[in-house]
Nanobody, 120 residues
Framework: QVQLVESGGGLVQAGGSLRLSCAASGRTFSSYTMGWFRQAPGKEREFVAAISWRGGTTYYADSVKGRFTISRDTTLYLQMNSLKPEDTAVYYC????????????????WGQGTQVTVSS
């Protein structure tokens, strides 16, 4: 069992930065693939970024590539730079015991989400 708690969301102006964190508890956190997803009002949850359990492999959605960076140690992070109003969403941390999958359905565990709002 893995419990996930996100933090670091907030209100920022376009062009600004935020760093999201996801604290995980559970014996085998270090062996899980970790990811970030987001969901804007009226839209489906979408993939943002993911990192392998060893941290050597990362994937990014085209919409955030070059602006966002996912990393992990004992905590999962998402550094978000050059934020745009279209990045406004609730951001969710997720964990999975399998390989990286770029859609939300197969992921095993989810946090409660943290709101990110980017003003223009």
């Amino acid at each position: 069992q893995v419990q996930l708690v996100e933090s670091g969301g907030g209100l920022v102006q376009a062009g600004g930065s935020l760093r999201l964190s996801c604290a995980a508890s559970g014996r085998t956190f270090s062996s899980y693939t970790m990811g970030w997803f987001r969901q804007a009002p009226g839209k489906e949850r979408e993939f943002v970024a993911a990192i392998s359990w060893r941290g050597g492999t990362t994937y990014y959605a085209d919409s955030v590539k070059g602006r966002f960076t996912i990393s992990r140690d004992t905590t999962l992070y998402l550094q978000m730079n050059s934020l745009k109003p279209e990045d406004t969403a609730v951001y969710y941390c997720a964990a999975d015991s399998g390989p990286i999958v770029l859609r939300p359905g197969p992921w095993d565990y989810w946090g409660q989400g943290t709101q990110v709002t980017v003003s223009s």
